[in-house]
């Protein structure tokens, strides 16, 4: 059974920063892809970056430069640091994985298991 529990979110000013957490089962954090999304009221979900199995890591865009996936595996755990964090990142955010080659692993993936999501409130 995949489970994944985040946490960490809250709220900050503009410019700010935040890391969430996503405890995962081993099997799924060893073998799974990986990553973050995010859904703000009104809008559709979309992907902020995933990590495949193999280590490799997709951004989208909005995020490159600011956000940072990382894993420690010895808690079986996922990190996404957000740096100079904007008002148009208030969302939910949500740990999510499948069970798919990492040739597949990407921000527009259909991922089908997630966590209960933590809200992210950036204020300007």
């Known amino acids: 059974q995949v489970q994944l529990v985040e946490s960490g979110g809250g709220s900050v000013q503009a410019g700010g920063s935040l890391r969430l957490s996503c405890a995962a089962s081993?099997?799924?954090?060893?073998?799974?892809?990986m990553g973050w999304f995010r859904q703000a009221p009104g809008k559709e979900r979309e992907g902020v970056v995933v990590?495949?199995?193999?280590?490799?890591?997709s951004y989208a865009d909005s995020v490159k430069g600011r956000f940072t996936i990382s894993k420690d595996n010895a808690k079986n755990t996922l990190y996404l640091q957000m740096n100079s964090l904007k008002p148009e990142d208030s969302a939910m955010y949500y740990c999510?994985?499948?069970?798919?080659?990492?040739?597949?692993?990407?921000?527009?993936?259909?991922?089908?298991?997630w966590g209960q999501g933590t809200q992210v409130t950036v204020s300007s």
């Open positions: 999510a994985a499948e069970w798919i080659p990492s040739s597949w692993c990407g921000v527009r993936s259909l991922l089908t298991h």
């Open positions: 081993r099997d799924t954090y060893s073998s799974y892809c």
């Open positions: 990590i495949a199995n193999d280590g490799s890591i």
